[in-house]
T-cell receptor, first 115, second 108 residues
């Protein structure tokens, strides 16, 4: 089944404790992206990757890191989480890097609470 | 001014009604346009792409007006299962900009 998977689905952590949220897709998509969703603010793009080893900042990259060593995986790293990073996170992928013209397929989301 | 703006609603409509949502965008260089549906904090799912010529999929019709920089979604014969949040998405080079969504509640 074609899908985007994220792990963990739910996470409670404390300020400053490094964490990684994994994202994997089995559709051989070139483009992958991370979003956070907060009430009243909608989905905001954190980072995106056009292909292996090619990443760029979205609208809200502060406090996050990403890597794209393999086509299928795009982990999101919070080196020192803070309470303002409490949010619902979505990973997404799309088939081609055609300047944003492709639809995206989303993972199920990761709910993160930083105490 | 937000790059993509939507009326948050909620739009409460009876079953069978026709309802329309608009979404305005500020960047005239925007390339592609989509409507996504999101149920209760689950992952967004593509409802339909929006083309300049307009497109229709069953009870759903989407239109794009580049001159006035807005897109619209029309839902005819609303069903209870249409209750959800509808997200407008506008793309630029490699970036996707989401509206905050319009909440629809279809009432029995």
């Amino acid at each position: 089944e074609a899908q985007v998977t994220q792990n963990p689905r739910y996470l409670i952590t404390v300020t400053g404790k490094k964490l990684t949220v994994t994202c994997s897709q089995n559709m051989n998509h070139e483009y992958m992206s991370w979003y956070r969703q907060d009430p009243g603010l909608g989905l905001r793009q954190i980072y995106y990757s056009m292909n292996v080893e090619v990443t760029d900042k979205g609208d809200v990259p502060e406090g996050y890191k990403v890597s794209r060593k393999e086509k299928r995986n795009f982990p999101l790293i919070l080196e020192s989480p803070s309470p303002n990073q409490t949010s619902l996170y979505f990973c997404a992928s799309s088939p081609e890097t055609s300047g944003g013209a492709e639809t995206q397929y989303f993972g199920p989301g990761t709910r993160l609470l930083v105490l | 001014r937000k790059e993509v703006e939507q009326d948050p609603g909620p739009f409460n409509v009876p079953e069978g009604a026709t309802v329309a949502f608009n979404c305005t965008y500020s960047n005239s260089a925007s390339q592609s346009f989509f409507w996504y549906r999101q149920d209760c904090r689950k992952e967004p799912k593509l409802l339909m792409s929006v083309y300049s010529s307009g497109n229709e999929d069953g009870r759903f019709t989407a239109q794009l007006n580049r001159a006035s920089q807005y897109i619209s979604l029309l839902i005819r014969d609303s069903k209870l299962s249409d209750s959800a949040t509808y997200l407008c998405v506008v793309t630029g080079t490699y970036k996707y900009i989401f509206g905050t969504g319009t909440r629809l509640k279809v009432l029995a």
